[in-house]
């Protein structure tokens, strides 16, 4: 049980599900060379929903940290970042109507309410690309134009100079 007395207001704040004595000391930071990306990787190989990117269940956390309790959290929450806001787990996010455990074990139901926020994510992405995009071919239509103007102004300069 956690005794709010002998914890600091920041570590109740910034790990509510975390019991007092597993504070800082108790979660080893990652090795040097472990990246997110990594991390990700590993889960995919280790885990059968993270590798077929199928919706995974609410407080997954703690279930990835229940089996790996050494796992830096940081680290392990910017890799489930990463592979919750990939387009694959959005795009099947859209339509799932399942969630999964780290076994692959079927749980709880997809909400509409996690639906539809999926389906709006990848319409943001999809709008914000686009919009890149249109913003490059502007960018180089205008840079073409420029050239172009540049170049006929050297032209009618050269033609000029000689008859002066």
């Keep these: 049980m956690m005794s709010m007395t002998s914890s ?3 570590q ?3 790990t509510p599900d975390t019991p007092v004595d ?4 108790a979660t080893t930071p990652a090795p040097a060379g472990l990246t997110a990306r990594a991390l990700l990787k590993q889960f995919q190989e280790q885990f059968p929903p993270f590798r077929d990117c199928l919706p995974l ?3 997954i956390d703690k279930q990835i940290l229940a089996r790996l309790p050494d796992l830096d959290r940081k680290l392990m929450r910017t890799a489930l970042g990463i592979h919750t806001g990939s387009l694959r787990y959005l795009r099947m996010m ?3 109507k399942i969630r999964y455990d780290l076994d692959g074990t079927a749980g709880a139901e ?8 999926a389906t709006q994510v990848l319409q943001q992405r999809f709008k914000k690309e686009a919009e890149r995009k249109k913003a490059e071919r502007d960018a180089a239509a205008a840079e073409e134009a420029n050239r172009l103007r ?3 102004l050297n032209q009618l300069t050269a033609k ?3 008859k002066g």
Excluded: M, N, W, Y
């Excluded at 597993?22 to 000391?25: D, L, M, N």
């Excluded at 997809?110 to 926020?117: A, F, G, K």
């Design 8 to 10: 600091t207001p920041d």
């Design 94 to 96: 859209e339509k799932a």
């Design 12 to 14: 109740q704040a910034t």
């Design 160 to 162: 000029f100079s000689r």
């Design 110 to 117: 997809v909400t509409q309410t996690h639906r539809d926020h």
């Design 22 to 25: 597993a504070a800082p000391a």
């Design 57 to 59: 269940s609410i407080g």
């Design 150 to 152: 540049l170049e006929k």
